[in-house]
T-cell receptor, first 110, second 115 residues
Framework: SQQGEEDPQALSIQEGENATMNCSYK?????LQWYRQNSGRGLVHLIL?????REKHSGRLRVTLDTSKKSSSLLITASRAADTASYFC??????????FGAGTRLFVKA | DTEVTQTPKHLVMGMTNKKSLKCEQH?????MYWYKQKAKKPPELMFV???????INESVPSRFSPECPNSSLLNLHLHALQPEDSALYLC??????????????FGSGTRLTVV
Protein backbone atom coordinates (compact mmCIF):
# COMPACT_ATOMS: atom_id res chain seq x y z
CA SER A 1 0.00 0.00 0.00
CA GLN A 2 1.23 3.49 -0.78
CA GLN A 3 -0.90 4.98 1.96
CA GLY A 4 0.95 7.38 4.22
CA GLU A 5 0.91 6.95 7.95
CA GLU A 6 -0.38 9.36 10.51
CA ASP A 7 -0.13 9.36 14.26
CA PRO A 8 -1.82 9.45 16.52
CA GLN A 9 -4.83 7.67 15.00
CA ALA A 10 -7.04 9.49 17.49
CA LEU A 11 -6.45 12.46 19.77
CA SER A 12 -8.71 13.86 22.48
CA ILE A 13 -7.88 17.24 24.05
CA GLN A 14 -9.52 20.06 25.98
CA GLU A 15 -10.55 23.29 24.30
CA GLY A 16 -7.68 25.77 24.40
CA GLU A 17 -4.95 23.12 24.25
CA ASN A 18 -2.69 22.60 21.25
CA ALA A 19 -3.07 19.56 19.00
CA THR A 20 -0.16 18.03 17.11
CA MET A 21 -0.56 15.44 14.37
CA ASN A 22 2.27 13.72 12.55
CA CYS A 23 2.48 12.26 9.08
CA SER A 24 5.12 10.04 7.49
CA TYR A 25 5.44 8.96 3.88
CA LYS A 26 7.63 6.65 1.85
CA UNK A 27 7.98 8.13 -1.65
CA UNK A 28 9.36 11.47 -2.79
CA UNK A 29 6.80 14.22 -2.92
CA UNK A 30 6.49 17.61 -4.61
CA UNK A 31 4.34 19.05 -1.88
CA LEU A 32 2.38 18.02 1.17
CA GLN A 33 -1.15 19.12 1.92
CA TRP A 34 -3.32 18.90 5.00
CA TYR A 35 -7.07 18.48 4.85
CA ARG A 36 -9.86 18.51 7.42
CA GLN A 37 -12.95 16.35 7.11
CA ASN A 38 -16.02 16.69 9.26
CA SER A 39 -18.00 13.48 9.70
CA GLY A 40 -19.46 12.27 6.40
CA ARG A 41 -18.54 15.43 4.54
CA GLY A 42 -15.99 16.40 1.90
CA LEU A 43 -12.39 17.30 2.66
CA VAL A 44 -11.44 20.93 3.15
CA HIS A 45 -7.99 22.07 2.11
CA LEU A 46 -6.12 23.66 5.02
CA ILE A 47 -2.57 24.32 3.90
CA LEU A 48 0.02 23.21 1.33
CA UNK A 49 3.76 23.15 1.94
CA UNK A 50 6.18 22.64 -0.93
CA UNK A 51 9.11 20.25 -0.79
CA UNK A 52 11.59 23.16 -0.62
CA UNK A 53 9.84 24.73 2.38
CA ARG A 54 10.41 23.74 6.00
CA GLU A 55 7.64 25.54 7.84
CA LYS A 56 4.43 27.34 7.01
CA HIS A 57 1.80 29.17 9.05
CA SER A 58 -1.84 29.94 8.41
CA GLY A 59 -3.84 31.43 11.25
CA ARG A 60 -3.80 28.89 14.10
CA LEU A 61 -2.13 26.28 11.90
CA ARG A 62 1.58 25.55 11.73
CA VAL A 63 2.93 22.92 9.38
CA THR A 64 6.49 21.60 9.24
CA LEU A 65 8.07 19.40 6.62
CA ASP A 66 11.26 17.36 6.95
CA THR A 67 12.00 15.77 3.58
CA SER A 68 15.07 13.98 4.93
CA LYS A 69 12.87 12.13 7.41
CA LYS A 70 9.90 12.04 5.04
CA SER A 71 7.66 13.46 7.72
CA SER A 72 5.38 16.39 8.39
CA SER A 73 3.51 17.72 11.38
CA LEU A 74 0.39 19.84 11.78
CA LEU A 75 0.00 21.94 14.91
CA ILE A 76 -3.35 23.51 15.75
CA THR A 77 -2.96 26.09 18.50
CA ALA A 78 -5.65 27.12 20.97
CA SER A 79 -8.03 24.43 19.75
CA ARG A 80 -11.78 24.92 19.66
CA ALA A 81 -14.66 22.46 19.77
CA ALA A 82 -15.26 23.31 16.09
CA ASP A 83 -11.83 21.83 15.26
CA THR A 84 -13.25 18.37 16.01
CA ALA A 85 -12.78 16.47 12.74
CA SER A 86 -10.52 14.01 10.94
CA TYR A 87 -7.28 15.42 9.56
CA PHE A 88 -5.48 13.92 6.57
CA CYS A 89 -2.06 14.62 5.17
CA UNK A 90 -1.67 14.15 1.43
CA UNK A 91 1.52 14.12 -0.63
CA UNK A 92 1.64 14.87 -4.36
CA UNK A 93 4.03 12.52 -6.15
CA UNK A 94 5.75 13.04 -9.49
CA UNK A 95 3.07 10.97 -11.21
CA UNK A 96 0.42 13.58 -10.43
CA UNK A 97 -1.13 11.22 -7.91
CA UNK A 98 -1.78 12.10 -4.31
CA UNK A 99 -1.05 9.69 -1.49
CA PHE A 100 -3.29 10.26 1.52
CA GLY A 101 -2.34 9.40 5.06
CA ALA A 102 -4.59 7.20 7.18
CA GLY A 103 -5.90 10.23 9.08
CA THR A 104 -6.01 11.44 12.67
CA ARG A 105 -9.38 11.80 14.39
CA LEU A 106 -9.27 14.86 16.64
CA PHE A 107 -11.86 15.40 19.36
CA VAL A 108 -11.82 18.73 21.18
CA LYS A 109 -13.84 18.76 24.37
CA ALA A 110 -15.58 22.02 25.31
CA ASP B 1 -17.92 30.44 -7.10
CA THR B 2 -15.41 28.38 -5.13
CA GLU B 3 -17.42 25.20 -4.73
CA VAL B 4 -17.68 21.73 -6.11
CA THR B 5 -21.31 20.61 -6.11
CA GLN B 6 -22.24 16.95 -6.00
CA THR B 7 -25.66 15.42 -6.49
CA PRO B 8 -27.36 13.51 -5.09
CA LYS B 9 -26.16 13.75 -1.48
CA HIS B 10 -27.53 10.30 -0.68
CA LEU B 11 -28.33 7.38 -2.99
CA VAL B 12 -29.68 3.92 -2.27
CA MET B 13 -29.64 1.55 -5.21
CA GLY B 14 -30.21 -2.11 -5.89
CA MET B 15 -27.60 -4.31 -7.48
CA THR B 16 -29.45 -4.31 -10.82
CA ASN B 17 -30.01 -0.56 -10.96
CA LYS B 18 -28.28 2.00 -13.15
CA LYS B 19 -27.66 5.38 -11.58
CA SER B 20 -25.36 8.36 -12.08
CA LEU B 21 -23.49 10.65 -9.74
CA LYS B 22 -22.97 14.21 -10.87
CA CYS B 23 -20.30 16.78 -10.07
CA GLU B 24 -20.07 20.41 -11.16
CA GLN B 25 -17.52 23.18 -10.67
CA HIS B 26 -17.31 26.69 -12.08
CA UNK B 27 -13.84 27.66 -10.89
CA UNK B 28 -12.22 27.10 -14.29
CA UNK B 29 -10.34 24.09 -12.94
CA UNK B 30 -9.07 21.80 -15.67
CA UNK B 31 -8.50 18.66 -13.60
CA MET B 32 -11.35 16.72 -12.00
CA TYR B 33 -11.27 13.59 -9.90
CA TRP B 34 -13.42 10.82 -8.45
CA TYR B 35 -12.43 9.40 -5.09
CA LYS B 36 -14.03 6.61 -3.07
CA GLN B 37 -13.91 6.71 0.71
CA LYS B 38 -14.89 3.95 3.13
CA ALA B 39 -15.65 4.72 6.75
CA LYS B 40 -12.62 5.77 8.81
CA LYS B 41 -10.33 5.37 5.80
CA PRO B 42 -8.60 7.93 3.58
CA PRO B 43 -9.96 8.69 0.11
CA GLU B 44 -8.88 6.31 -2.66
CA LEU B 45 -8.36 7.66 -6.16
CA MET B 46 -10.58 6.20 -8.86
CA PHE B 47 -10.32 8.43 -11.94
CA VAL B 48 -8.58 11.61 -13.04
CA UNK B 49 -9.66 13.83 -15.93
CA UNK B 50 -7.38 16.52 -17.28
CA UNK B 51 -8.70 18.93 -19.90
CA UNK B 52 -11.74 16.66 -20.30
CA UNK B 53 -9.63 13.61 -21.16
CA UNK B 54 -9.26 10.58 -18.91
CA UNK B 55 -5.71 10.68 -17.56
CA ILE B 56 -5.73 8.08 -14.82
CA ASN B 57 -7.91 5.03 -14.18
CA GLU B 58 -6.83 3.29 -11.02
CA SER B 59 -7.89 -0.17 -12.22
CA VAL B 60 -11.48 0.54 -11.28
CA PRO B 61 -14.03 -2.18 -12.17
CA SER B 62 -16.03 -1.50 -15.32
CA ARG B 63 -19.25 -1.25 -13.32
CA PHE B 64 -18.02 2.30 -12.64
CA SER B 65 -17.94 4.42 -15.80
CA PRO B 66 -16.77 8.04 -15.69
CA GLU B 67 -17.74 10.73 -18.16
CA CYS B 68 -16.60 14.33 -18.56
CA PRO B 69 -19.10 16.08 -20.88
CA ASN B 70 -17.36 19.46 -20.55
CA SER B 71 -14.83 21.30 -18.43
CA SER B 72 -17.34 21.98 -15.66
CA LEU B 73 -19.07 18.62 -15.35
CA LEU B 74 -18.01 15.17 -14.26
CA ASN B 75 -20.31 12.17 -14.04
CA LEU B 76 -19.88 8.70 -12.62
CA HIS B 77 -22.23 6.12 -14.09
CA LEU B 78 -23.00 3.13 -11.90
CA HIS B 79 -24.29 -0.25 -13.04
CA ALA B 80 -24.55 -3.67 -11.39
CA LEU B 81 -22.82 -2.54 -8.21
CA GLN B 82 -22.08 -4.80 -5.27
CA PRO B 83 -22.84 -4.12 -1.59
CA GLU B 84 -19.10 -3.62 -0.98
CA ASP B 85 -19.25 -0.61 -3.30
CA SER B 86 -21.22 1.23 -0.62
CA ALA B 87 -19.09 4.25 0.33
CA LEU B 88 -18.81 8.03 0.19
CA TYR B 89 -17.96 9.09 -3.36
CA LEU B 90 -16.08 12.35 -3.51
CA CYS B 91 -15.55 14.57 -6.50
CA UNK B 92 -12.65 17.02 -6.48
CA UNK B 93 -11.10 19.55 -8.80
CA UNK B 94 -7.81 21.41 -9.05
CA UNK B 95 -6.38 24.09 -11.31
CA UNK B 96 -4.63 21.37 -13.28
CA UNK B 97 -2.70 18.18 -12.57
CA UNK B 98 0.11 20.21 -11.03
CA UNK B 99 -1.82 21.30 -8.01
CA UNK B 100 -1.31 24.90 -6.99
CA UNK B 101 -1.31 26.46 -3.57
CA UNK B 102 -4.94 25.55 -2.99
CA UNK B 103 -4.62 21.81 -3.55
CA UNK B 104 -7.88 20.06 -4.25
CA UNK B 105 -11.35 21.50 -3.83
CA PHE B 106 -13.63 18.67 -2.75
CA GLY B 107 -17.38 18.35 -3.00
CA SER B 108 -19.45 17.21 -0.02
CA GLY B 109 -19.79 13.75 -1.50
CA THR B 110 -22.53 11.29 -2.36
CA ARG B 111 -23.25 8.69 0.30
CA LEU B 112 -24.00 5.55 -1.74
CA THR B 113 -25.64 2.47 -0.29
CA VAL B 114 -26.00 -0.64 -2.46
CA VAL B 115 -28.66 -3.07 -1.30
Amino acid sequence: SQQGEEDPQALSIQEGENATMNCSYKTSINNLQWYRQNSGRGLVHLILIRSNEREKHSGRLRVTLDTSKKSSSLLITASRAADTASYFCAGDTGGFKTIFGAGTRLFVKA
Amino acid sequence: DTEVTQTPKHLVMGMTNKKSLKCEQHMGHRAMYWYKQKAKKPPELMFVYSYEKLSINESVPSRFSPECPNSSLLNLHLHALQPEDSALYLCASSQDLVRGAHGYTFGSGTRLTVV
